[in-house]
């Protein structure tokens, strides 16, 4: 099957299920684990992706493990890079090597898939003191305040997100339903066309699969 690469970008960049992020035991920061990473660019390569080890450096005297390393999806590909600590024993040995360098080369995939803003979407409400509250990034945030850690909420189809319609003079907030449906369209990329339902040109709304249109305007009109 020929690689589309624009359909794969648009796949990589798409959110992840709630409950997908995690938080750190010695920070409670949030993250996504590597293994949701590497089974994303899986299914939205169909395998159609390579991963080259450029380099890898072990200093014990100084205790990191640096890995680099490039992720190739079509005829583009992306650097990453990832450290890790090397743990010591009582006598001053190091220990546990393997899972160090495991750790570091973990760490350098997700840093290169995430140039293709994998995951952005997903993590920017529990960064809104950082990265994910700035204005530029502002359409990666929906209006709901992030879960706390432990906790699971029922997404609500009519609740309001932070996304406009880019209609002229409409402006209308999305609802979850129509961001969702907007999803549904092959080959639309909804974050550039962001369209409410009423705006969405005609040619758009016939490629949404008839029985997925049928529900939503049930919803709509219910």
Not at 70 to 78: A, C, E, L, N
Not at 106 to 119: I, R
Request: charged share 25%.
């Amino acid at each position: 099957m020929e690689l589309n690469y624009q359909e794969v970008v648009q796949k990589l960049k798409e959110g992840f299920p709630q409950g997908t992020v995690k938080f750190r035991s010695d920070n409670n920061r949030a993250y996504i684990p590597n293994q949701v990473y590497t089974d994303r660019v899986e299914r939205a390569t169909n395998s159609q992706w390579d991963l080259t080890i450029k380099e890898i450096e072990i200093n014990v005297p100084h205790r990191y493990i640096k890995v680099i390393v490039t992720v190739t999806i079509g005829p583009h590909h992306r650097d990453g890079y990832g450290f890790s600590v090397i743990e010591k024993d009582a006598a001053g040995e190091p220990i546990r090597l393997a899972n160090a360098l495991d750790q570091a080369a973990n760490e350098a995939v997700k840093t290169a898939l995430d140039t293709w803003q994998m995951g952005w979407s997903t993590l920017a409400p529990f960064y809104k003191e950082d990265w994910g509250g700035n204005p530029a990034l502002r359409h990666l945030l929906v209006s709901d305040p992030p879960p706390e850690p432990g906790d699971s909420f029922p997404v609500v189809p009519n609740a309001k997100i932070d996304r406009f319609c880019i209609f002229s003079n409409c402006g209308k907030q999305l609802t979850h339903d129509e961001w969702e449906l907007l999803g549904q369209i092959p080959r639309f990329n909804r974050n550039k066309m962001t369209y409410c339902y009423e705006h969405l040109p005609n040619f758009w709304k016939r490629k949404i699969p008839e029985d997925v249109r049928k529900d939503f305007e049930n919803r709509r009109n219910g």
